[in-house]
């Protein structure tokens, strides 16, 4: 594939599976990535890797779902795909095949840029100028604009995204999931190129700034670059770094009426942070519960009986707006025997240790994972950055050291973490009726 792509997505079904790649052990694999800190706060780190011609350098910048002004949701997102236009950089990504792709989750916002390996030094430049010296106009601003308010109201079309929009707006009210598609259509329409001009120059930061950079070049010289082309830029006064989040609602059930032929029953709580000591152990516990074919949930829903469509069960390696949740679709008269037997796994799950066997079964499921996501520069890019962003002390080495936590889970470790997960629980259930009303 040429150039790799790695494209993030919202927190629906698919970044659901995504999402828990973040949850997975990593294990040593090709050389040692080299990390420098610039004067200026910029943290790079980079890894070479011998078995591809491209190379990929992920920015993400520390500007979180909570930094958001309350009156207009979706900032975040307007103005990362304002800067990924390109606008006044067409000849430069002709040139050198490249292309500027954004990203947007709970604890940062993301600039990524994929080029032949050769084109390292013209990469650099284009990514310090799409951060760091970027045209903001009217007509890049309208651009994105329409194909945000686009996405936006699409949405609640597809009924599992829509519950787990409910579901996290329940969780974390005024941020919800804080990811691509998060934000209010009217909000966004009425955000004008100041306040996108703004929001910018208070966030985009060198000082808050992680690079990840992955492919087929030297390390040393790709950090050496950077530093070069990088480290005049200067620092600012950086935001307060971990806003607290809001108070959940009223933990209990929200049912509401849709059209169409597919239930969907979701339910979770507020999980904790990727760095936090019983991380490994709540990120085992969700997947026993509904991650693979083998855990209690597939089996319960689809294997004992036919009853789903769709089984997941994730957790999100966020600070800002950390979830545990579960997501069932199915057939509108099942809905609510979905919900006896998830409400019963996951009731057991918080009362009873997990047997030996598929204690260890959840464990290698994570770990398999961790091989799924070490197979491009997209995915090594982006981890790097972002374990070193919101990795704590031990920066993107927690990503090599959650292989051992994870390994070292035990079943009364599990237990007392889906108990801080589960109690309390927030749920939301769609029922479907050809006659159905949001």
């Not at 009217?138 to 604009?145: C, G, P, Y």
């Not at 966020?318 to 037997?341: F, N």
Request: proline letters at 7%; aromatic letters at 4%.
């Amino acid at each position: 594939m040429a150039p790799e792509r790695r494209r993030p997505h919202r927190l629906h079904v698919a970044l659901l599976a995504a999402m828990v790649l973040a949850a997975t052990p990593v294990l040593a694999q090709g050389p040692e990535p080299m990390k420098q800190r610039l004067p200026n706060g910029l943290r790079v780190v980079a890894q070479g890797n011998d078995y591809t011609a491209t190379v990929v350098l992920t920015a993400l910048v520390r500007v979180t779902a909570l930094h958001e002004p309350r009156d207009a949701g979706g900032i975040r997102q307007l103005t990362q795909m304002v800067l990924a236009t390109g606008e006044g950089c067409q000849e430069e990504l002709l040139a050198a095949a490249m292309r500027p792709e954004a990203q947007v989750a709970p604890d940062f916002v993301g600039l990524s840029v994929a080029a032949p390996a050769e084109s390292l030094e013209a990469a650099t430049r284009l990514l310090r100028r799409l951060l760091f010296r970027p045209t903001l106009s009217e007509q890049s601003l309208e651009l994105a604009r329409a194909e945000l308010v686009r996405n936006l109201t699409a949405r609640d079309e597809v009924p599992t995204t829509f519950a787990l929009d409910r579901l996290a707006e329940t969780l974390y009210p005024g941020v919800g999931s804080g990811d691509t598609t998060a934000g209010d259509p009217v909000e966004v329409g009425a955000v004008g190129l100041s306040e996108v001009r703004s929001f910018y120059g208070r966030h985009y930061l060198p000082n808050a700034t992680v690079i990840g950079i992955s492919g087929g070049v030297d390390a040393q010289e790709a950090v050496t670059l950077v530093a070069r082309e990088m480290g005049q830029v200067l620092p600012g006064s950086l935001p307060e770094q971990r806003p607290e989040p809001p108070a959940g609602r009223v933990p209990g059930v929200e049912e509401i009426g849709i059209g169409g032929r597919t239930s969907v029953f979701a339910t979770g709580g507020r999980a904790v942070a990727i760095s936090a000591p019983d991380y490994p152990a709540m990120a085992t516990g969700i997947a026993l519960l509904g991650s693979g074919m083998g855990s209690r949930l597939y089996r319960a829903l689809r294997l004992d009986r036919p009853l789903a469509y769709t089984i997941a069960a994730e957790l999100t390696p966020s600070e800002a707006a950390p979830s545990g949740i579960v997501i069932v679709a199915c057939d509108p008269q099942a809905l609510d025997e979905v919900q006896q037997i998830v409400e019963r796994e996951i009731a057991l799950a918080t009362e009873e240790p997990a047997g030996t066997e598929e204690l260890q079964r959840a464990k290698r499921y994570l770990i398999g994972k961790h091989a799924l996501r070490r197979q491009r520069n997209w995915e090594i890019a982006h981890y790097l950055a972002m374990f070193e962003l919101l990795g704590g002390a031990e920066g993107y080495r927690l990503d090599a050291r959650l292989a051992g936590e994870i390994a070292a889970v035990d079943a009364p470790g599990v237990l007392a973490a889906m108990r801080k997960l589960f109690r309390p629980a927030w749920t939301v259930r769609l029922r479907a009726s050809e006659a159905g009303a949001n």
